[in-house]
């Protein structure tokens, strides 16, 4: 009787998937952008468990983890599907932004430090000529700056 091998994919896959809710849940708060972070590793997660399933029941007198495989998959499944509903759901109940302008409507009037630490307001940004005339609209693009 051969010696059956453990079988880490499918124990590595799990581990994955868990890191991936770990990562998505620890650093949401700072850097929404984490989730395609834990989509990647979600898609590792299901590599690895596909492959540790296929050794288990493709190569049953080399490698264990026919019972262990489907449960550990299925958790893994488990934990994919709350994270799927949680990134729906909980973007949903972000308080909202009540003040802020809709899109078409004008801004109302502030003045910005640039990034050569000059005043701008948008009053003048209007006035100043672009060319021959002075701009009709300004496009404001608002970034995290510093995480």
């Known amino acids: 009787m051969n010696k059956q091998h453990w079988n880490w994919r499918l124990w590595v896959g799990f581990a994955v998937a868990l890191l991936a809710l770990i990562v998505y849940a620890a650093f949401f708060i700072r850097m929404r952008d984490i989730l395609w972070v834990s989509l990647a590793l979600f898609i590792v997660s299901g590599v690895l468990l596909a492959s540790g399933l296929r050794r288990a029941f493709g190569q049953r007198e080399s490698y264990r983890g026919r019972v ?49 630490k000059k005043t701008v307001s948008l009053a003048d940004v209007l006035a100043s000529p672009m060319g021959s005339a002075p701009p009709k609209a300004v496009l404001l693009v608002f970034y995290r700056g510093y995480w």
């Open 68 to 116: 262990a495989g489907p449960i550990l998959a299925g958790f893994s499944a488990l934990i994919l599907a709350l994270f799927a509903f949680f990134t729906h759901e909980v973007p949903k109940h972000f308080a909202a932004a009540r003040n802020a302008p809709r899109v078409g409507q004008a801004a109302p009037q502030f003045t910005l430090v640039d990034t050569a």
